[in-house]
C-alpha cells in the first residue's frame, strides 16, 4: 500500500465564530403573525394568478411555458406552488376568464408588474 502524506494546510480561520452563526426561523410567536403570513401568501397567490392569466390569456403562451416563467423567472417558487394556488384562488382566477381583464385593468390591480402587451 502506497504511504500517504499530509500536506499540511493548516490554515487558521478568520472570521471570528460570533459572526459565522446562521440565522434560524423563529416560529410564529402569536396569531397576528400567523395571518400576516397568510395575508402575504395569499396577495402573492393572486398575483400569481393575475400573471398567470396575463400569460396564457393576454400574451396566449402555452401551459408548460408560462408555468417555467412564474416559478423559474418571476415568483421563484415550485411548478407544485403554482398548482396549489391555481387550486386555492380557482374562484378568482374564473372571474378572471369571465370579466375578460385587459392588461390595463390588471395594472390597475398590480401596479408594480410589467402588463405591456408588447
Known sequence: MPEQYEL???VGTTVPERLR???VRMP???ETDLSNRR???NDRNRTLIARY???TEIRRRRFDDVMYILSKQEFFVEERTISNALLDLSDYLNDLYKVKKEA???KKEFPSWNWDNN
Open 21 to 23: 452563526r446562521r440565522r
Open 28 to 30: 410564529a410567536t402569536s
Open 39 to 41: 395575508m402575504r401568501v
Open 8 to 10: 499540511g494546510f493548516d
Open 53 to 55: 392569466y396575463y400569460w
Open 104 to 106: 390595463r385593468e390588471l
